[in-house]
């Protein structure tokens, strides 16, 4: 490994996260040295916020709302992006870039994507020592973004807490959403897209749901956004912030 932790502190200090940037590649390639680069670090207790839901709930869009958040309130933030289901391909990688675009050049934000190359398995394991070097880089939050409903997000959840379940109000199938797995690992739950007329149905049908659940003893939330304007975010944070 050609950087110490003191190089990427100092970087992400700065605002520099190149070589921030090269560990990540590194790890996510796992070339040799890895494991002992990693466990050499000494991570601080940094809140990990896990982000999913189906595809185009509006995860990036809310990611990007609640980095504003959180840089209005001068954190340091690290976003990463799992799309478990492909290879990065450049229509993804561009659409975050636009979703997250006013966040791309700022000091005091981090944002990378990962892609799963095939093997799941190698991905939960990078991204544990993604989060571990992440969590001794001087962050203030880390954010983990997953796409689609299904095993990997399950695994993601375990290293997050909370892990926000991002629904829509036409995501309409609920029953097939609650039999997920994902369903029952969730802490808070985020109806968002709440600018569109269904929300409010859509939301007491959740709380409903979720009352039912209220057995299992496990805190949940429930909350309404609307990503793109910023509605509700605020009051988002506050709540993620109840689970650290
Ligand atoms: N009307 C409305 N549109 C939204 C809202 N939030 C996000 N969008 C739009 O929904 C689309 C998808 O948003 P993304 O943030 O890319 O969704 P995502 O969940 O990250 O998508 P994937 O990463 O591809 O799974 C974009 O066109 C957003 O502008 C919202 O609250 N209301
Ligand atoms: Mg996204």
Redo the contacts with the bound molecule.
């Keep these: 490994m050609l950087y110490t932790i003191q190089d990427i502190i100092a970087g992400v200090k700065k605002g520099d996260f190149l070589f921030l940037s090269k560990v990540i590649s590194h790890i996510e390639n796992q070339e040799a040295g890895t494991a002992s680069f990693i466990t050499g670090l000494t991570p601080n207790d940094v809140q990990v916020i896990g982000l999913t839901?189906?595809?185009?709930?509006?995860?990036?869009?809310?990611i990007a709302s609640l980095v504003g958040e959180m840089v209005n309130e001068q954190k340091r933030v690290a976003v990463l992006?799992v799309?478990p289901s492909s290879v990065i391909h450049e229509g993804?990688l561009l659409?975050?870039r636009i979703?997250m675009r006013e966040w791309y050049l700022h000091p005091s934000v981090y944002i990378r994507s990962l892609a799963t190359r095939g093997h799941l398995g190698g991905l939960i394991k990078s991204i544990d020592q993604m989060v571990l070097l992440l969590k001794s880089a001087g962050f203030d939050y880390i954010i983990l973004?997953t796409?689609?409903v299904g095993q990997s997000e399950v695994q993601v959840a375990k290293i997050a807490y909370p892990t926000i379940l991002?629904l829509v109000p036409e995501a309409g199938d609920e029953i097939q959403m609650m039999k997920s797995g994902l369903f029952e690992v969730a802490n808070i739950y985020v109806v968002?897209?709440?600018?569109?007329p269904a929300a409010q149905k859509f939301a007491n049908h959740l709380k409903l749901s979720l009352a039912d659940r209220a057995g299992d003893g496990k805190k949940t939330s429930l909350l309404q956004?609307?990503?793109?304007?910023k509605e509700g975010v605020l009051e988002l944070l506050n709540v993620i912030k109840q689970y650290s």
């Design positions: 839901g189906p595809p185009g709930a509006g995860k990036s869009t809310l992006s799309d993804a659409g975050d979703r973004e796409v689609g991002v968002n897209k709440s600018d569109r956004t609307t990503a793109n304007t």
